[in-house]
């Protein structure tokens, strides 16, 4: 699948290929082999985008947080993956936007 990897900690954003399977989801998005991802959370987004992010982030030590102003105005803390989804919320796949297009809606704490 098609999806965007968003690292907090170096204020990027990276157009991956990844797997289908959730453990896939997983290793796309655990920055850090010392703290690895074990519970993740979708979030159901504006226009079919789900974001995908460890769910336990804001318990771990040292992390980041950015926002998402055109898919709506809500911080997440630590990596995650933008993935896209039907209209049912049921399945997930390719994003449709391009990380050139989101990146002027980002905002990265400082």
């Known amino acids: 699948m098609k999806g965007i990897l968003i690292n907090p900690f170096n204020r990027t954003l990276t157009e991956i290929i990844i797997g289908e399977a959730l453990e896939d989801v997983y290793q796309a998005i655990t920055n850090d082999n010392a703290n690895p991802v074990r519970c993740i959370e979708r979030v159901q987004l504006a226009q079919g985008q789900d974001l995908w992010l460890d769910e336990e982030g804001t318990f771990k030590p040292l992390q ?5 102003i055109v898919l709506g105005f809500r911080k997440f803390t630590g990596c995650a993956i933008l993935l896209g989804s039907n209209a049912e919320g049921d399945s997930w796949g390719d994003t449709i ?4 297009h989101l990146m002027p809606s980002m905002i990265w704490e400082k």
């Open 97 to 100: 936007i391009k990380a050139e």
């Open 64 to 68: 980041k947080k950015f926002a998402i």
